[in-house]
């Protein structure tokens, strides 16, 4: 498998993180979003996904990459059943579904790199200005998140059961994103005992931004 | 099933064409997003949505409500088999996903009523600079699924084959969104043709915002 990915990509990070959790093999093809105007928006990789984002994922002999994080992470857990990422109910995946989706819908979107540029770009707002911006879509979020997880008896070591799957994939990267823009992560107690877990995991160091090729 | 939502909500209204696609019997308690400072910020929804988010549906005799509308959408797809709405091949599968999240995700969130409630009251931004700011987003996202789908053989009368599915519930209600805010759809003669092949159907005539009880 060839993944297009970007070290410090949210969605790349989830993406790698799912790969590892399912011991499946990959190269990495960096796209780097800021050097050079930002490859992704390059004719090249607009062949590979014209959505000009990453992640992308190239599955052995496939003319097609695929592309949205969240689909790439579904047809890894249909498509390579070991080591699901989803629990089996449809109501207990509904939940674990929609504590992904909280994050990558209603926080990670609103915090993205390009939104943030638009912001200082067109609209003229200052660092402070973003970072409050960024602060304050996550503050929404996590809290929901710590709420919701903290009073869910299906929550184990991680945020569903004492395996980590298909919502640590996403929680993981956003918690990371928090921390560079120093948001006040004590609030989120649940999120980061879950959090600490999971990065004692070689699955989620291997997929940390930091020991990426592309790193910086 | 009690589907809680909000005519005009984009997310709810995916929910609307996903349960009539199926037909799926249910009752609507809405939630005013604007009136008394916002109905989804309440105490009472918060115990049923703690997001404080629409959609929320309760089925049967569930305690919990799902939220997020995709999970709700494959929540009814794995528990109401008849009538799928998603395709068999997870290729297919992830495809189909993709372009649903590509609007989930990329379009809908940063133009989100929450959002612009934002952008004017916080940075200050004019009515205008909410439009040029709504009509980019829109803009990015839509060309880029116009590209995709224009150049997809897997593409029929709808986006997915001569059946309308789980791409079509998210696309008709984000060309609603985008016709609200006057952007331009020229560009988009593929969407365009799919959205007037829904817009005929009873499912999504049904699940219109001005069909609803709360339409305005």
Redesign the interface.
């Known amino acids: 498998m060839k993944l297009f990915s970007y070290f410090r990509s949210s969605a790349s990070y989830r993406v790698r993180i799912a790969l590892n959790l399912k011991g499946l093999a990959y190269e990495q093809s960096p796209v780097h979003l800021i050097k050079n105007g930002g490859e992704q928006l390059s004719d090249t990789y607009r062949k590979i996904n014209?959505?000009?984002?990453v992640p992308a994922l190239i599955d052995g002999d496939?003319q097609?990459a695929?592309?949205?994080s969240?689909?790439?992470m579904?047809?890894l857990d249909?498509?390579y059943s070991e080591r699901p990422l989803l629990p089996a109910n449809?109501?207990d995946?509904?939940?674990v579904?929609?504590l992904a989706?909280?994050i990558?819908?209603?926080i990670?979107?609103?915090n993205n790199l390009r939104?943030l540029k638009?912001?200082s770009a067109?609209?003229g707002?200052s660092d402070e200005?973003k970072n409050?911006?960024y602060r304050?879509w996550c503050a929404v979020g996590l809290a929901?998140l710590e709420?919701?997880l903290a009073?869910d008896a299906r929550r184990g070591l991680f945020c569903f059961g004492d395996q980590p799957g298909f919502a640590d994939c996403v929680l993981i990267p956003q918690i990371f994103n928090a921390q560079r823009f120093n948001c006040d992560m004590a609030p989120y107690p649940t999120l980061m005992a879950i959090n600490e877990r999971c990065l004692a995991l070689p699955a989620f160091k291997d997929a940390h931004p930091s020991a990426q090729p592309d790193a910086e």
Chains 1, 2 share one sequence.
């Open positions: 014209p959505e000009a984002l496939e097609q695929l592309s949205q969240l689909a790439i579904e047809y249909e498509q449809p109501h995946r509904a939940w579904r929609s989706l909280a990558a819908c209603d990670h979107p609103i939104v638009y912001l067109t609209l707002a200005q409050v911006w304050h929901s709420t919701r009073n």
